[in-house]
């Protein structure tokens, strides 16, 4: 799922991983805290073979419910690659990106639970057990 990114001025100030319940926590220098589930991120990976080459070209991402990040890595100062647990380690995730993902959390998971639903797909929000 395409999402559109606008500069947000912030940066992180730590990034935690949390393997046993694969929460991406992520802290800005404006005090802002994201808890940013592992599947949250990988459905919402801005990668070609997700989002395509263009509009229209987006791939529903399905069945990521147990996605876990294995590794995080560094790209310069502006981004992290994480490589998921189902092999993708192509999506580059901006320190805006994140803010966005963050702060736009409610709007964009119940939109891809909508999606999903029109796709015969069922899935509950990970954040609320």
Known sequence: MRVIVKPCNSQPTEIKLHQLSRILEISYDDGSVFELPCEYLRVF????????????????????????????????NYAIRPVFSDGHDTGLYTWDFLY???????????????????????RKDPLKN
Do not use: F, N
Not at 102 to 117: F, H, I, Q, T
């Open 100 to 122: 966005k993902l963050g702060s736009d959390y409610p709007c964009l998971w119940a939109e891809y639970l909508r999606k999903l639903a029109a796709a015969g797909y069922e």
């Open 45 to 76: 990976t801005q990668s070609a073979d997700a989002v395509g080459h263009g509009p229209g070209q987006e791939v529903l991402q399905t069945g990521k419910e147990e996605v876990a990040i294995l590794a995080i890595e560094p790209v310069g």
